[in-house]
């Protein structure tokens, strides 16, 4: 995936997050602005909670997704006019740090997303969990 990275931003509970400009030009002067927030959390067996499934759940989880469960926050809008796309841009990253920012910092997140990724599966394809 082509991109350039803008900004990393560590976070108190060990999280990086890498912000991507995904933006390209659609048409003439028309621009396709994307911006894509990305943090890959390493899996551990720690990060899922003290049930007799805790062991099948863990190697579920690195057969299907690998050894790290990758988050993506994704924010577009089309058909941007050129002379407006950096400001756009700019916006975004604004509105990131101030509403998603906080929620990756909880101390709690990557437990969290570990378990709706067990759930996510789970809800797919039970089979996996016998």
């Known amino acids: 995936m082509r991109g350039k990275l803008v900004e990393m931003i560590g976070l108190n509970n060990g999280i990086e997050v890498e912000i991507w400009d995904l933006s390209r030009v659609l048409a003439g002067h ?3 602005v994307s911006l894509e927030a990305r943090v ?3 899996l551990t067996p720690h990060m899922l909670p003290p049930t007799p499934e805790r ?10 997704i690998g ?3 990758p988050y993506r926050y994704k924010q577009e809008r089309h058909f941007v006019d ?7 841009f700019k ?5 990131l740090k101030k509403n998603v ?3 990756l910092s909880h101390k709690d997140f990557a437990k969290r997303l570990v378990l ?3 759930r996510e599966l789970k809800s797919k394809d039970p089979r996996l969990f016998f």
């Not at 062991?55 to 299907?64: I, N």
């Not at 916006?91 to 509105?95: D, G």
């Open 82 to 88: 050129e002379k407006q796309k950096d400001a756009l």
């Open 30 to 32: 028309r621009w396709l």
């Open 40 to 42: 890959d959390i390493p």
């Open 67 to 69: 050894d790290k469960i």
């Open 101 to 103: 920012i906080p929620y």
């Open 91 to 95: 916006e975004f990253i604004t509105l």
């Open 116 to 118: 709706s990724k067990i």
């Open 55 to 64: 062991e099948k759940f863990f190697q579920v989880l690195r057969d299907v």
